[in-house]
């Protein structure tokens, strides 16, 4: 996912949490609750572990795409009704360019 599809996505998920909960099927997301919200990224968390299982055996990868697709945009559903926007990840994710897994991992264990 690009940067600017990331903006743009994240610009309609913003306009949305106006929106009257049966204009859209985010607006009814952002209407239930934060609890639904995160009821859909577990939903989807376990969806996309079945679709990478089943790659793994046929090779076939497009559930997999389908179901990340899902898991991704359902994250970034969560991300907006908590006020943050996906620049936040990405920022993280840029931070991290260049540690070590290993090193971070230890970093923050060490820290709690």
């Known amino acids: 996912m690009s940067d600017d599809t990331l903006h743009q996505l994240a610009e309609v998920l ?13 607006a009814s997301l ?4 934060l609890n639904k919200i995160l009821e859909k990224v577990g939903e989807e968390s376990v969806e996309t572990i079945i679709a990478a299982k089943d790659a793994a055996v046929s090779g076939d990868c497009s559930d997999l795409i389908y179901e990340t697709a899902d898991l991704w945009f359902h994250s970034l559903v969560m ?14 994710l840029q931070r991290r360019f260049g540690l070590s897994g290993h090193a971070e991992k230890a970093a923050r264990q060490s820290s709690t």
């Open 30 to 33: 952002y209407h239930k609750g």
């Open 14 to 26: 913003e306009a949305r949490k106006s929106a009257a909960p049966e204009s859209s099927y985010v």
């Open 79 to 92: 991300l907006s009704a908590l006020g943050q926007h996906p620049q936040a990840v990405l920022d993280e």
